[in-house]
């Protein structure tokens, strides 16, 4: 017979109930924690498995953890999991040199023993069958939530095809290079040979050949850089160098310019320059010229001024008649640069002067 009301039994079991649902709850967190991380390490590997490019992981002693299945076509080896970073030497690369590789020289190396924060290196990769390829191998720190490095990733990139297209560009590059030497020479040669046949004078044969050199050394200039732009001080010093002896001085911030601009610079450096030796401050011993640039801002945008001062000359007098110099640097130059050119013809000696807008990468493209 019960020996209490049925109510309080009830109310009784059901409290038991709830103690036992709860133990139950307790002794089933470390297996749910345990299957939520497990399904997170999933996810994260099966999100690895989508991107592009191969994925290696390493802990805060450099042992390699993880990579994906991607690095394993690129290398055509499976994952080296080497035990720290002394072990990476297990990885075969060479430098465009040919020298090996060294292990302290991954990024994964120096991102985790040097605590740099983003390392690129390209490789020449030795995959697993003996054959080769270039790799880009780019490294940064893995960082738990406080900002303390808990590791390094380094993604691997196949560049080979890239490489292959950047040496059939410079092959390409230095044929037209050599190609439009060739025509130079030829244009200064036909030039030469007509003017002494119409029996023009020695002087103006070697003015229009110089004039040629000039432009011809500008177009040098492009070629090896982007081909669009060229410094400014660059393309001065290739045609005044020559010219001034040392007595040319070039002054001014790095500076780029379209290549229309650089050769239209070149030609009215070279006027310039002969101009003062014939006529200005180097016609005289203690003569010298001042060359300098600046960067300036508006609320128009960007400019660029050049200046060039003659000093310890003679005194300039302005010419009763213009001819091929003044156009070069004058009119000329307006029109490509779109800028403003002043002149001083003083008692100091002569003075020119140049503010033209700054092109931006897309004017310079138009």
Do not use: C
């Amino acid at each position: 017979m019960p020996t209490q009301p049925t109510e309080k039994m009830a109310t009784e079991l059901l409290h038991v109930q709830e103690e036992l649902a709860a133990k139950n709850v307790e002794a089933d967190a470390p297996k749910k924690r345990s299957q939520r991380a497990s399904h997170r390490l999933n996810f994260l590997e099966a999100m690895m498995e989508t991107v592009p490019v191969g994925v290696l992981m390493a802990d805060a002693e450099g042992q390699i953890i993880y990579g994906n299945s991607h690095v394993e076509k690129m290398v055509r080896h499976p994952v080296l999991h080497s035990d720290d970073v002394e072990a990476y030497g297990e990885w075969v690369s060479f430098h465009e040199d040919g020298r090996r590789v060294e292990g302290h020289e991954y990024p994964l190396a120096r991102v985790i023993q040097n605590k740099e924060d983003h390392v690129e290196i390209d490789v020449n990769y030795q995959r697993g069958d003996g054959t080769r390829f270039w790799m880009r191998i780019i490294g940064e720190p893995v960082l738990d939530g406080d900002g303390e490095r808990i590791g390094a990733t380094v993604a691997l990139i196949d560049i080979d095809e890239e490489r292959r297209l950047r040496d059939a560009q410079n092959i390409l590059i230095a044929e037209l290079n050599h190609r439009v030497k060739n025509a130079f020479s030829v244009v200064k040669s036909i030039v030469s040979q007509s003017l002494r046949k119409m029996s023009i004078q020695r002087g103006i044969r070697e003015t229009i050949d110089q004039r040629l050199n000039a432009y011809a050394t500008a177009h040098s200039k492009l070629v090896g850089t982007t081909w669009d732009r060229a410094a400014i001080g660059a393309v001065a010093a290739d045609v005044l160098d020559p010219i001034g002896g040392g007595r040319i001085t070039l002054t001014g911030p790095e500076v780029e310019v379209p290549s229309r601009q650089a050769l239209s610079l070149s030609m009215a450096f070279y006027e310039l320059a002969t101009n003062a030796m014939k006529y200005g401050a180097l016609s005289v011993p203690d003569g010298v010229v001042k060359l300098s640039w600046e960067q300036g801002s508006a609320a128009e945008g960007s400019s660029i001024e050049l200046h060039w001062v003659e000093q310890g000359g003679p005194a300039a007098e302005k010419p009763s008649e213009t001819g091929f110099g003044s156009f070069i640097t004058g009119r000329a130059l307006e029109a490509e640069t779109g800028g403003k050119i002043d002149t001083v013809f003083g008692p100091n000696g002569y003075e020119w002067h140049l503010k033209m807008p700054q092109q931006t990468e897309k004017q310079a493209a138009e």
